[in-house]
């Protein structure tokens, strides 16, 4: 009796370590065999848009399909995807865009667009509708981030500049071993361009004490809190973590402003290993 009882211990024993082996190697699969994404990083390829919202008059969001509702875009987080279109004059333009999705959204992703008068790209944007397909090609981009690679991000994005950012910032909150704290200034002209605002409002929200958005206007309605103007080297030292080495300056936005702002934080003491520019 007492070898029987010996012999089905050995054997549970051995079953409940199979079990272990078993789910360990499917954790270490699950983790390590991510899903191959969907880009090629030298040759075009046709997704179709399943969804367009308009969110303003200018603005609106483009839902395009991925092959399979499983299939993944394949972006590492703070990379963009070149789209090619045609501008009015039938002439094919190539812009660069970053979508708001991450690969954690499977079977698509989305892009929010604002769509410019004079804008070659834009025109593509303005006249797609469901159905239509995009060529995009990718990844594309230097930006190369690794959960935890610094205590803190600040960053100073202007107007469209704000997908990069916001998709960083998702990606660093959405994951519970990324511990980043991020401080983001966003400037817009008035508060009809700022794109993103309930989405940005909801990380604030779920996360006070690791996201932080500081919203300035150029043209501020009467009673606005936020900042009036442009961003200026007293609001970064106010809303923006100080030079340290374990800290990094992000910037996006038009041109003009990415010199401005090159030049306020180099006068504030941040080094050039603690900038990037989108």
Not at 156 to 180: C, Y
Request: glycine share 8%; charged share 20%.
């Amino acid at each position: 009796m007492v070898e029987v009882q010996s012999h089905r211990a050995e054997m549970l024993s051995i079953a409940m370590a199979v079990v272990a082996i078993g789910a360990g190697t499917a954790f270490y699969f699950y983790v390590t065999r991510k899903p191959k994404g969907c880009l090629d990083p030298e040759k075009f390829k046709e997704f179709k848009l399943v969804k367009r919202t308009q969110l303003s008059h200018n603005v609106a969001k483009f839902k395009f399909a991925l092959p399979t509702p499983t299939s993944v875009l394949g972006l590492p987080i703070g990379q963009h995807i070149s789209c090619r279109g045609k501008d009015s004059l039938n002439e094919e333009v190539v812009k660069a865009y970053t979508p708001t999705t991450l690969d954690t959204d499977v079977g698509y992703f989305e892009l929010v667009i604002k769509m410019y008068p004079q804008g070659r790209m834009s025109h593509h944007f303005r006249v797609m509708s469901e159905g239509d397909y995009l060529s995009v090609k990718g990844p594309k981009g230097r930006f190369k981030y690794q959960p935890n690679q610094v205590r803190s991000f600040g960053m100073l994005a202007g107007g469209t500049g704000i997908t990069p950012m916001f998709q960083v910032a998702r990606a660093i909150m959405e994951n519970p071993s990324d511990k980043t704290n991020v401080h983001l200034i966003y400037a817009n002209v008035t508060y009809e361009d700022i794109l993103l605002k309930e989405e940005l409002d909801n990380l604030a929200s779920n996360f006070p004490n690791r996201f932080n958005i500081y919203y300035v206007l150029n043209q501020a309605p009467e009673g606005w809190e936020g900042g009036v103007g442009f961003i200026s080297k007293e609001i970064i030292q106010t809303h923006c973590p100080a030079p340290a080495p374990d800290i990094k300056i992000l910037r996006c936005g038009p041109p003009p402003m990415n010199k401005a702002m090159a030049a306020n934080l180099d006068s504030l003491g941040y080094s050039s290993e603690m900038q990037f520019q989108f």
